[in-house]
Every structure is written in C-alpha cells, then in structure tokens.
C-alpha cells in the first residue's frame, strides 16, 4: 500500500484517480484550499494556500510516499489575466519547482506530474507524436507545463527524487466539460455538419484509462524518470467520433462531405481559422512506450468510455430540466 497525496484531488481527474486509487488499495490524502466536499467523504484533508513558487507543503506532504500532481492552471478560453505566461508559470512551473524540493527535502519518494500532450505541439502531423520528439509548446498553458516538466528534472537530478511525467490527449468522461461538453451538445442536436471528408486522426483518452495510468505511474519502480504518452488505443477522424457520440446518444450523425481546403477558407474569412484547425488537424500519438515498459494496457475500450460519458451526460440533461 502506498500513501499518496492528490493535489487537484476536486477536478475532473482527480476524482477519478481518488476513486481508482481507493480501489486499488492505497492511501489517500488530497490537498484542497476550500472545505471538505460530499465527494472527499472518507479522505484525509489536508489545506494548502494557492499554488505557487512559495507555497507550505511541509504539512501537505509529512508521511507521504508519492505525490499526483494534478493541480494545475489550466487552458483558459476567454483569459482575462493582463499577464497570462506569468499566470501560468506561478502555478504550473515555479509551482511544480516548489512542490518536487519540499517533497524531496520530507522524504516523499516519487512525483507524477500530469502534463499535456501540447507540450509536444498542437497538430502531429501524418506522423504520431513520440516522447522523443523536440517539446513545440504552441500556447502559454503547454509551455508552462513544459517548463514544470523541466523544473521536475532538475529537482530529480539535485536530489534523487523519483519523477515521472505523463502527457495525455483530450480527456473525456462522466463530469467532461470544454470542448468535449460542447461536442456532446452538438451531437444530441444533430444538426446537419460539412465534415463527413474529415480524415484527420485524433488520439483521446477516458478518465478511466488516465486514472489507472496514473495509478500504474505512482507504483511502478521502471516509471521513475520517465516521460509517457497515454492514449486509449485507437485514434478517430472528428467524423468518426461524431458518428460514435451520435450512436451511444441514439442520434443519427448527420455529415456531408466538403473539401478541407474549403473549410479552411471559410475558417480564414469568418476569424475561425484555429477551431477548424482542431477540427481538420491530425493530433495522434504513439504510446507504445508506457505500454512496453509498464506492461500497461488502458482497461477501458473507448467504446466503454463513450458510452459512460454519454450516460452521464443524458442524467445531467435529466436533472437541469
């Protein structure tokens, strides 16, 4: 049994990974700044400040074994920040700098650190994204979490602390929101869309399959110092995955084919140029090195996956009306 500290434990992921890691076992203690929560029943709760370059994790971490550090800046669509890189960088990189050396200096033994697969660039291109590919941060968000991956590593190397960084795709599940909220919205409306040409390849992977990643990360000693990319283990064009979400909605998907070229144009004229660009650009990933030297398998299909979101998604439709 391993004694694991979650910070984020109240996001999206960090739900998941409390509820995976208490089946499998494990002790948990999750570091929030506000009260305790319906869902932290049974946990032990440990206050922190904000998360930045001087924040006391001494308390936070005495008697900890590991560290999943999910707590993060994340993404933000409409940033009112004046200066967001100095956002980003307070909690993402000096914030990650601060937690590796106290965790070191109280004796924890291991780090994961969940990054994102920006940190390796924003489309992939005809060929997946592999860990060994030179890091092209295209925003301030994954160059913040870039720059975290590079204050772990100079902690490790100072003081022997044991890291490992995991970069995962977009990640779907019970409780998604973003763009993946917004695509389910879409999908039980059916609207007729011009993307049934779309070809591109698109890696994700279900809150399940991350948790248990992440899980896997927090145990094994062949993780230590170690980058992963972590997918479910298909990759599907954006037209596909609208015909899937469509089916598991019991929505007819309701696609016609128009060239990209055009849509990029349309995209160009109406100030749109980046959201067609995530609709037609490839953002795949090769994840056979998490799968070999972990003997890692994610235990959900996406299939699995897409139909517990969808599920999820029909109850919250149920109880807003």
């Not at 319906?38 to 946990?43: D, F, T, V």
């Not at 650190?113 to 060994?132: C, H, I």
């Given at each position: 049994?391993?004694?694991?500290?979650?910070?984020?434990?109240s996001?999206?992921?960090?739900?998941?990974l409390?509820a995976?890691?208490?089946?499998?076992?494990?002790?948990?203690?999750?570091?929030?700044?506000?009260?305790?929560e319906?869902?932290?029943?049974?946990?032990e709760?440990?206050p922190?400040?904000?998360?930045?370059?001087?924040?006391?994790?001494?308390?936070?971490?005495?008697?900890?074994?590991?560290?999943?550090?999910?707590?993060?800046?994340?993404?933000?669509?409409?940033e009112?920040h004046?200066q967001?890189?100095?956002?980003?960088?307070?909690?993402?990189?000096?914030?990650?700098?601060?937690?590796?050396?106290?965790?070191?200096?109280?004796?924890?033994?291991?780090?994961v650190?969940?990054?994102?697969?920006?940190?390796?660039?924003?489309?992939?291109?005809?060929?997946?994204?592999?860990?060994?590919d030179?890091?092209?941060?295209?925003?301030?968000?994954?160059?913040?979490?870039?720059?975290?991956?590079?204050?772990?590593?100079?902690?490790?190397?100072?003081?022997?602390?044991?890291?490992?960084?995991?970069?995962?795709?977009?990640?779907?599940?019970?409780?998604?929101?973003?763009?993946?909220?917004?695509?389910?919205?879409?999908?039980?409306?059916?609207?007729?869309?011009?993307?049934?040409?779309?070809?591109?390849?698109?890696?994700?992977?279900?809150l399940?399959?991350l948790?248990?990643?992440?899980?896997?990360?927090?145990?094994?000693?062949?993780?230590?110092?170690?980058?992963?990319?972590?997918?479910?283990?298909?990759?599907?064009?954006?037209?596909?995955?609208?015909r899937?979400?469509?089916?598991?909605?019991?929505?007819?998907a309701?696609?016609?084919?128009?060239?990209?070229?055009?849509?990029?144009l349309?995209?160009?004229?109406?100030g749109?140029?980046?959201?067609v660009?995530?609709?037609?650009?490839?953002?795949?990933?090769?994840?056979?090195?998490?799968?070999?030297?972990?003997?890692?398998?994610p235990?959900?299909t996406?299939?699995?996956?897409?139909?517990?979101?969808?599920?999820?998604?029909?109850?919250?439709?149920?109880r807003d009306?």
């Open positions: 049994m391993t004694r694991v500290l979650v910070t984020g434990a996001g999206f992921v960090g739900r998941a409390c995976a890691l208490g089946e499998a076992g494990h002790e948990i203690v999750v570091s929030t700044r506000g009260a305790a319906p869902w932290s029943a049974g946990l709760i440990r922190i400040p904000d998360i930045g370059p001087d924040t006391d994790w001494s308390g936070a971490l005495a008697g900890v074994d590991a560290v999943a550090h999910l707590a993060a800046r994340v993404h933000v669509m409409k009112r004046a967001p890189l100095a956002a980003y960088r307070r909690v993402n990189a000096e914030g990650t700098r601060r937690l590796a050396e106290v965790a070191a200096a109280n004796g924890v033994r291991r780090v650190f969940l990054s994102t697969v920006k940190v390796n660039g924003e489309t992939s291109g005809s060929d997946p994204f592999r860990e060994s030179a890091p092209a941060p295209g925003d301030d968000y994954a160059l913040s979490k870039w720059e975290g991956e590079q204050a772990l590593a100079e902690v490790a190397a100072r003081t022997g602390l044991e890291t490992v960084v995991l970069r995962p795709p977009l990640v779907y599940g019970p409780g998604v929101k973003g763009n993946f909220l917004r695509l389910l919205e879409l999908c039980r409306r059916a609207p007729p869309l011009p993307l049934g040409a779309a070809s591109n390849r698109r890696s994700l992977i279900f399940g399959n948790a248990n990643a992440v899980t896997a990360c927090l145990i094994r000693p062949e993780a230590a110092g170690q980058t992963y990319l972590v997918r479910d283990g298909e990759d599907v064009s954006t037209a596909e995955l609208i899937r979400v469509g089916a598991a909605l019991g929505r007819p309701r696609l016609f084919p128009v060239p990209g070229v055009l849509l990029r349309a995209g160009h004229l109406t749109k140029s980046d959201s660009g995530r609709l037609l650009g490839s953002l795949a990933i090769d994840d056979g090195k998490i799968r070999t030297q972990l003997d890692w398998a235990p959900f996406m299939a699995q996956g897409l139909a517990e979101t969808v599920s999820w998604f029909a109850s919250r439709r149920a009306r």
